[in-house]
């Protein structure tokens, strides 16, 4: 069995790619200047942080990202992820 979530793309179940991206001189790791997640499944989303915005995008058919929508969250509500996997 793949841990990777691999197996999930032949069952239809979406699954999806976390990064980030940091400033690199050569010698030293630095800031992270972006990042984001993509998921893959029926529809494809990119989630993404642009100049300290949250803006999502979806794959059309022509295999480009369009804009969605800007995400803001409320700093005073707490923010909670569950994650189920089956292993």
Known sequence: KSLDGLSNIY???T???I???YEFNGKTIGNIIESG???YGVNTYL???ENN???MYKLNNYDI???VKTIQFDNNKKL???IKHNI
């Open 11 to 13: 069952s239809n179940i």
């Open 19 to 21: 990064y980030g991206i």
């Open 53 to 55: 915005v949250v803006k």
């Open 65 to 67: 990202f369009t804009y």
């Open 80 to 82: 909670i992820s569950r």
């Open 37 to 39: 997640y993509c998921l």
């Open 47 to 49: 989630v993404k942080t």
């Open 15 to 17: 699954c999806g790619s």
